[in-house]
């Protein structure tokens, strides 16, 4: 993927070296359950998800210019929310973020930049984004970036012992397409 610039953030391919930044906020019980993943309990475990992360090469790491510091990520994954609709070019955007940096508009930044790109670059027909009902920060991101809800989903989490949860699911569809 190509790196992407905002005017604070690079989102850009992660690096082995990144390890320690990821599990500074992944072991956080914040972040991974909001995302459907348990918290990590050590960097060798942060350097196992770089390493499925460069080997997949669909999820970007979120470094902020100021500090020059991995805060969160953001991945362009090949997922179908809607099983009627597998035929169209999408994707689906997944975020987290270093609750030490919640509130500062990064991830809507992120988000933003990634439509972008998933739109003019990837010429993309439909990008979704989903929240689990108990998550409304990640509600309140989706609805920033001009995402339009289409449905409910019950699902259980197989990396969470099969949790049951629901997922919001909403898109945004090319019009130029």
Excluded at 110 to 115: D, H, P, R, S, T
Aim: net charge neutral; glycine share 6%.
């Amino acid at each position: 993927m190509k790196t992407l610039e905002t005017k604070r953030l690079i989102l850009r391919n992660w690096k082995l070296s990144d390890s320690k930044d990821l599990f500074e906020y992944a072991q956080s019980e914040l972040v991974g359950p909001n995302a459907g993943w348990k918290p990590h309990k050590n960097e060798d475990e942060s350097i196992k998800i770089i390493e499925k992360f460069i080997n997949d090469d669909d999820v970007y790491a979120i470094e902020l210019k100021s500090e020059n510091k991995v805060i969160g990520s953001i991945g362009i994954h090949k997922r179908y929310p809607d099983d009627k609709l597998k035929e169209p070019n999408q994707r689906e955007i997944g975020y987290v973020l270093s609750p030490k940096y919640w509130g500062n508009g990064y991830v809507p930044e992120a988000v933003k930049q990634v439509i972008d790109y998933c739109l003019v670059d990837m010429k993309l027909d439909i990008i979704w984004c989903g929240h689990f009902d108990f998550n409304d920060r990640s509600k309140r991101v989706i609805e920033k970036c001009g995402f339009e809800y289409k449905f409910r989903k019950e699902e259980l989490l197989e990396r969470l012992d099969n949790k049951k949860v629901t997922t919001l699911f909403y898109n945004k569809v090319n019009e130029d397409r």
